[in-house]
């Protein structure tokens, strides 16, 4: 598994590289035979830290979690904890889901675009039409809408902690 372990406005020990790299192996390990990477990053608060941890486990399935503790290995461990206690949850779906794929594609083609942001209020009036009405494209990039079920729909929003996901009904 790639780890990449990062911190904002925080040094990261190779004492606590090895620490994350410990834990994180042994929790994946149980439920799949690798994971594709992992990215780690420490923040500092005022009077905390915090740790955000993202495993790309593949198939397009993201598990995310956060922790927040007054101490930096404490914030690490209650975040790996969250992503522990998801992978138990859905360990079974998440197995079948793996034994099925047999290679062949579950989603359909689509076109993804990014779009620039509006422009601020301050420099438009309530009643000024817009000069040009069709918004700029920043990014285009081909996608893939899965075909899931609902309960996998379900599953895969809990483990990335995402509000919404964009998928076919299958």
Do not use: C, W
């Amino acid at each position: 598994m790639q780890l990449t372990v990062k911190g904002r406005h925080i040094g990261v020990s190779e004492r606590l590289r090895e620490h994350v790299r410990e834990r994180l192996d042994s929790a994946i390990n149980k439920y799949f035979m690798t994971a594709i990477d992992a990215h780690v990053v420490f923040e500092s608060n005022k009077r905390s830290f915090n740790a955000h941890i993202t495993i790309h486990v593949g198939a397009g399935i993201t598990l995310q979690g956060q922790g927040e503790a007054e101490e930096l290995f404490a914030s690490f461990d209650v975040a790996a904890t969250r992503v522990e206690k998801r992978l138990r949850r859905y360990k079974r779906r998440l197995r079948d889901y793996h034994r099925g794929r047999d290679g062949k594609s579950r989603g359909r083609a689509a076109q993804q675009y990014v779009i620039e942001a509006e422009v601020d209020a301050e420099h438009t009036h309530e009643n000024d039409e817009p000069d040009n009405i069709s918004p700029v494209i920043v990014a285009e990039a081909n996608t893939e809408i899965e075909e899931l079920t609902v309960g996998e729909a379900v599953m895969r929003m809990d483990l990335a902690e995402s509000p919404a996901l964009m998928f076919f009904n299958r």
